[in-house]
């Protein structure tokens, strides 16, 4: 009996996943709860592995300047490869114009369809903190809490500042602890291969439930938007990852790429960085991405470095004006550039997420907020391939920044 290997069982697990929800139809969401119970037994491990890897990650470097330039380096890494990729995005979606020729009837009943959703992101976003507040609320008052509620931004900030303690107390004390942050790491590791042989289940009932909730005619109706996002998608991840592997990171594209297929079919299933960041970070330290390296950079970009999402913000701020007989400046795409690189540093690694960003990004270039309505029935597709665009471009940074740090010597 041939015994298929995870990648390929997933890969089945898609193609059924779409036969099945084009067959069921409604009925497919039948299977909701095993594409949801494998989501949770995956985000169950991230908050004490981003916790514990992130803590290894920082200790490991073992000096503190070391620390601050790991740190800035990365930052400046995810910072350009963002502006470039809402460049493709805009230089996509003005060569494409995939706004126009949408019929008044179609846009009316997509409209009334998802009003009610766009209503609750437009709710969602007065709520949102200002950049002040997100500021300070990065400290966390309480540890247990911000790692009870899985607030990323504060187990981030709480993992770097214990890691670097670390690195300035004696070694011979550091390195007990160190010694079972690493056994712990090992544990929640082996939890993750455990939910792996659930993979391929949980991405059949994922994918079944997408497409008989969608189907094809709406998918249909805003082809020419969604292609506009995919096809930017596609060009960014696999043109400017591959030269940054290549060139910056020195190492085989073939060989980034074979490593990274089984994270971007989660990512591709799960619409969610998060819960694909233990499949990622175990797939660069089979590339040979040392763990303080993997570990330092992946749990920061699932947080902070979203380039798909600042490209589908790109495409789709275009979209809706377009949508609107909206005519943009070059101001105001300059504006959707310096918006979406900082709508996608605060985007968090879940699933939709971008579209609230989205929200932010409309309305300080005064694009009809409602407009949103019109491009949520395509949204769980694009969020799919977006997420993948994610992680792809943290596993590219994670080499890059080891090659960066190993030439510093």
């Known amino acids: 009996m041939i015994k298929l290997k995870l990648p390929t069982r997933i890969l089945i697990g898609l193609v059924l996943g779409v036969a099945a929800g084009l067959v069921l139809g409604d009925k497919a969401a039948l299977f909701d709860p095993i594409g949801k119970i494998f989501i949770r037994l995956i985000t169950m491990v991230v908050v004490p592995l981003v916790l514990v890897s992130l803590m290894l990650g920082t200790a490991s470097v073992g000096d503190i300047k070391k620390v601050g330039r790991i740190g800035a380096k990365t930052l400046a890494y995810f910072i350009a490869t963002t502006v470039i990729a809402i460049s493709v995005g805009l230089l996509f979606a003005n060569l494409t114009r995939p ?16 009003q009610d959703k766009a209503r609750v ?10 950049a002040i507040d997100i500021l300070v609320n990065i400290v966390p008052t309480n540890p247990v809490q911000a790692l009870a509620e899985g607030n990323m931004l504060q187990v981030i900030f709480l993992a770097l500042v214990l890691g670097t303690a670390l690195t300035m107390i004696k070694k011979e004390k550091s390195e007990a602890l160190v010694g079972i942050l690493d056994a712990v790491n090992d544990a929640v590791i082996q939890v993750v291969h455990i939910a792996m042989k659930l993979a391929p289940f949980g991405v059949f009932a994922l994918i079944a439930g997408v497409v008989g909730q969608f189907g094809l005619n709406i998918l249909t109706t805003l082809l020419r938007y969604a292609l506009a996002v995919i096809g930017g998608l596609a060009i960014y991840t696999f043109t400017l990852n591959t030269l940054s592997v290549a060139f910056l990171g020195r190492m085989s594209p073939r060989r980034f790429y074979r ?39 992946m749990p920061l970009g699932a947080t902070i470095n979203m380039d798909g999402t600042a490209l589908y913000q790109g495409v789709s701020a275009v979209f809706i004006a377009q949508i609107y007989g909206l005519q943009l400046s070059v101001g105001d795409q300059l504006m959707i550039v310096l918006m979406a690189t900082l709508a996608s540093i605060g985007t968090a690694g879940v699933p939709a997420a971008g579209i609230i960003m989205l929200v932010m990004v409309l309305k300080q270039i005064g694009i009809p907020l409602e407009g949103i309505a019109l491009i949520l029935g395509v949204e769980r597709i694009l969020d799919m391939c977006r997420t993948t665009t994610n992680v792809v471009g943290n596993m590219a940074a994670s080499v890059v920044i080891q090659e960066w740090e190993k030439n510093k010597g």
């Open 121 to 130: 992101g437009l709710e969602r976003l007065k709520e949102k903190p200002s």
């Open 259 to 297: 490593g990274a297929k089984e994270a971007m079919i989660i990512a591709f299933s799960t619409s969610s960085s998060n819960a694909t960041l233990p499949v990622a970070m175990e797939s660069l330290e089979h590339m040979g991405v040392e763990r303080r390296f993997a570990s330092f950079v």
């Open 99 to 114: 706004g126009l020729g949408l019929n008044k009837e179609t846009q009316e009943t997509l409209y009334k369809s998802y």
